[in-house]
């Protein structure tokens, strides 16, 4: 479980949101949501650059660099084709997930990492009502209504909404399925964008088109919540892993 920071910002403490561990082959790749790598950097008055690199915190505390090499240092949000949702609402990342690898210096300090495989499903696997999950890590509280903070003690609102310098495992069920994404009602914060989604097991829920080699398997990259959709949540569907992304070896 890691957490993202772009290293344009210069903020070590400033949090962009998650990336997931992906297995595959023996390697272990990275994948977050696109938005997260852009830098606060205005480009024409009101664009922001893409950047390449970003830096993680694993879960074991430990900060190490990350290549998204599959982007262009010269993509600008504008550069990007914005992704029809429904109702007219549109995404304006289009497909947002990022694909990368860790600094390759680096591969053989980490050794081999935990990491989830990756479904290839059709649309058509993708069905309302299947029990999904996601695993957050960030180095603050996950972020509650402040009329909650003056009603509840700490304690409370610790088991409700998660820990600080924990993982926290949060689920839902997925509420709409389209052409690229789907919606779910995960419960979820700011700083859990490019958290990977991934299917639970519970054989007497899920849909009978559901194989049991499926469950725990990544489905879904959370891209964040649509206000002008009553506030659903988005996450977009892994598809296709790029070729030649490299990274440590996957202990799972």
């Known amino acids: 479980v890691t957490q993202l920071r772009n290293t344009t910002v210069h903020k070590r403490d ?3 949101g998650q990336v997931g561990l992906i ?3 023996q390697d272990t790749i990275l994948v977050t949501a696109l938005h997260n790598l852009v830098s606060e950097n205005e ?3 009101s664009d922001s650059l893409v950047a390449q690199s970003a830096f993680l915190r694993l879960s074991n505390g430990e900060d190490y660099d990350a290549d998204f090499d599959a982007l262009s240092s010269k993509t600008w949000k504008s550069d990007l084709e914005s992704l029809n949702l429904r109702d007219g609402a549109v995404w304006s990342y289009g497909h947002d997930i990022a694909w990368g690898s860790f600094d390759q210096e680096q591969c053989k300090e980490l050794g081999r990492v935990p990491a989830l495989e990756a479904v290839n499903w059709t649309k058509e696997q993708y069905v309302v009502g299947l029990k999904v999950a996601m695993a957050i890590y960030t180095t603050r509280e996950p972020e509650s209504d402040e009329n909650n903070r003056a009603l509840f003690s700490t ?4 088991t409700c909404f998660g820990y600080a310098e924990h993982a926290n495992i949060y689920t839902g069920e997925i509420v709409g399925v ?3 994404h789907i919606e779910h009602n995960i419960n979820t ?3 859990f964008s490019g958290a990977a989604i991934f299917l639970l097991d519970n054989p007497n829920i899920q849909h009978q088109s559901i194989k049991e080699e499926d469950y725990g398997k990544v489905i879904a990259i959370h891209a964040g919540c649509k206000k002008a959709l009553e506030g659903v949540n988005i996450a977009f569907t892994i598809g296709c892993i790029p070729d030649g992304l490299k990274g440590p070896p996957c202990s799972w």
């Open 14 to 16: 400033y949090i962009f």
């Open 23 to 25: 297995k595959q082959g």
């Open 43 to 45: 480009h024409n008055g």
């Open 155 to 158: 304690d409370k609102l610790r």
């Open 178 to 180: 389209y052409e690229n």
């Open 189 to 191: 914060y700011t700083g």
